[in-house]
């Protein structure tokens, strides 16, 4: 039996040797490649949930490297990445969450693969849900919409058109390690997106790499971070409820 690894066979995993250069497409995985199913559906904010978004402004933002103020564009209804300004983290930091996020590839289709619709979703800024522009946009099945980034590829592609509101609610249940820093149990993540299960208590294996393997260091508490990676994404209504 071939026993696999982040997708990887045991064969791919063994040229990756110690000593050998890591480049980013040894941990692409492209077959099999998600079945597509059409979605539909939202959700509003339940009574205790913490709005982190409403449309309003960023004030629960800040630029994710140094903390300053959020460079995105906030429009009265959706905030929408800046090309170079880099992504952007809460000021509240989370553990176990649901979360409700919205977001939108560029009605304008421009590139292809990763360079389409471009984002991430970080939970606490360590482990990545994958936003990309999915719809008929052909890439390594580990690294399109809903994937959790090189690690675990989505159940079904629920994608919509180019410029459409599209939908993750998600649970997520944050690793936990012991006083000497030993993970001693995994995070786990479930998504629906656009209201069709394509994470079912996912195991996540360590930190996002685009490089390499993923990495296990000992933390607490961590904030939602929203990345930028070039695309104007946009986002709206995202909440979250702490568990």
Known sequence: MLVCFLGLSVVALAQIAPNQQVKPEMTEVWEPEPRIVTPGGTAKAPSDAIILFDGKN???WVAAAGGKPAG???DGSAMTVVKGTG??????????????????PPSVVEGNGQGRGNSGVFLQGRYELQVLDSYNNRTYSNGQAASIY???MPLVNACLPPGEWQVYDVIYMAPRFNADGIKISPAYITVFQNGILVQNHTEIRGTT???GMPKNVAHGKGPLELQDHGNPTSFRNVWVREL
Do not use: C, N, P
């Open 58 to 60: 960023l004030d629960e």
């Open 72 to 74: 995105w564009k906030a």
């Open 87 to 104: 992504g952007i983290r809460t000021k509240k930091e989370f553990g176990d969450i649901q979360l409700h996020i919205e977001f939108r």
């Open 150 to 152: 090189k690690q675990s």
């Open 209 to 211: 790499e685009y490089i």
